[in-house]
């Protein structure tokens, strides 16, 4: 029997309505003679409410303290999904990602996935249950519950995909799918059909918060097919998949833009042999992310180094560049906290030119000014002041006509 898994987010699942009209769609799924897994989020907002408490009795909570108490907003879903399964006549099971062995490393608030024991789901879905499955949550090797960071659901339904060799991961959520860039943003933004691995994992890690970037990781290197979708209605919604040659002549499939960045520029590091390695294993093993990294050497003596992270790891990032930078001999950091950072990307831009000119032009017209530029084969970005992000955004949408399908496009 094939199996299928399918993700609910937080506002699918947000009441006890949208909990039955979520299990009626795993319900239909298991009478078409599938074998279905659930995986879902925690209640709508229920998350952030949980930060929020958290924030209450302790401004800078211990992370492993975090993702105890955050853990249990999908632990509420799952079995009142399960619940709502029986009611419509089907047998249902919850399991909790520890339950499951979702093993992951122990970086707390954003582990990473390391293997998944499939025996219980196996066992349990060749008795003819329907599994509903935890998301965001794993177990480390201690046996210490973790999370995935947020959004992280979608990577742990794509790898139960994956570990359960379905080729079909059926992702629902409050949108018809993906679009040229968030609606909310642009409300002009038209859906697209279809969207490539590399492209979708572009934009979810520079801000298009629609899927979680290491979903998409999971997704290509298993063949994981990725159906996104609304789970208001049967509309058909944006299928990820490998790059398909029509892919190519779209010169700009979506933008996108990331605004709970930081940039840190640190200014007159000497300039020589394993300088930057010391400061970016330095920054690893504080666990903080680094995105754009940019080096130029200033004099044979003095380089500058500039690099943007998630404002998430601000504090960890800053202690760490306080300890370094003696090491380094760097003579400045400078911290800019009010940046926001807007790319596009697209597949065709690996085989046409002019796209960069017209990003760049765009901008001007709209007088905003650059910060920096970062390119990739697939896509470009400009970070700019924070308060005329938006208007960036905008700009740029309309000099690539991304309120038009693609086909339409000049
Ligand atoms: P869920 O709780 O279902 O996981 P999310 O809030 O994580 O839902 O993701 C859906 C939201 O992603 C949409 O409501 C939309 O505002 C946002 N989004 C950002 N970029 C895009 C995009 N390119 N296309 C569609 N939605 C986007
Ligand atoms: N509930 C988690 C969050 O809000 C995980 C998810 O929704 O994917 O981030
Ligand atoms: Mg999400």
């Not at 990602?97 to 608030?109: F, K, L, N, R, Y």
């Not at 090797?141 to 790898?159: F, K, M, N, Y």
């Not at 807007?342 to 007088?367: E, K, W």
Request: aromatic share 4%.
């Amino acid at each position: 029997m094939p199996i299928i898994v399918q993700k609910f987010g937080g506002t699918s699942v947000a009441n006890a309505e949208k909990i039955r009209r979520a299990a009626s769609r795993a319900v239909a799924a298991f009478k078409k003679g599938n074998q279905v897994v659930v995986v879902a989020s925690a209640r709508g907002k229920q998350t952030d409410e949980l930060i929020h408490d958290a924030l209450e009795v302790n401004p800078n909570p211990p992370k492993r303290e975090m993702d105890m108490l955050l853990s249990t907003g999908e632990q509420q879903t799952v079995s009142l999904f399960a619940m709502a399964c029986w009611t419509a006549g089907e047998k249902a099971i919850s399991f909790t990602g520890s339950q499951i062995s979702m093993v992951t490393d122990d970086a707390h608030t954003k582990a990473r996935i390391q293997s998944i024991g499939t025996e219980r789901i196996k066992k349990k879905l060749s008795e003819g249950y329907i599994v509903i499955v935890a998301g965001f949550q794993g177990v480390d090797g201690e046996g210490d519950i973790t999370t995935l960071g947020r959004g992280g659901s979608d990577t742990s339904a794509v790898a139960l995909a994956a570990a359960l060799g379905a080729n079909l991961c059926e992702v629902y959520t409050d949108v018809d799918g993906i679009y040229t860039a968030d609606p909310r943003k642009f409300p002009k933004a038209v859906k697209m059909d279809q969207i490539s691995y590399d492209e979708i994992l572009e934009l979810a890690s520079l801000g298009a918060g629609v899927m979680h970037g290491r979903s998409i990781e999971f997704g290509k290197k298993y063949n994981v097919t990725i159906h996104v979708r609304s789970s208001l209605n049967d509309n058909p919604g944006t299928l990820i998949t490998h790059e398909v040659p029509k892919m190519e002549g779209i010169l700009v499939s979506g933008a996108t833009i990331q605004k709970e960045l930081a940039k840190f520029s640190m200014i007159g590091v000497d300039n020589k042999p394993g300088n930057a390695a010391k400061i970016f294993s330095h920054l690893a093993k504080a666990r903080v992310s680094v995105n754009d990294i940019i080096q130029t050497q200033v004099s044979p003596e003095k380089a500058n180094i500039s690099f943007t992270i998630h404002k998430s790891d601000l504090d960890s990032a800053r202690a760490a560049i306080e300890d370094i930078r003696e090491q380094v001999h760097c003579q400045n950091v400078f911290v800019q906290e009010d940046v926001a950072e807007v790319s596009i990307v697209g597949v065709g831009m690996r085989s046409q030119y002019g796209v960069a000119d017209r990003m760049f032009q765009a901008l001007a017209d709209a007088q905003i000014n650059i910060d920096s530029i970062t390119t990739s084969e697939i896509r470009i970005s400009c970070l700019v002041a924070l308060e005329q992000g938006d208007t960036a955004l905008t700009a740029v949408c309309q000099a690539f006509e991304l309120d038009k399908p693609a086909s339409k496009r000049s």
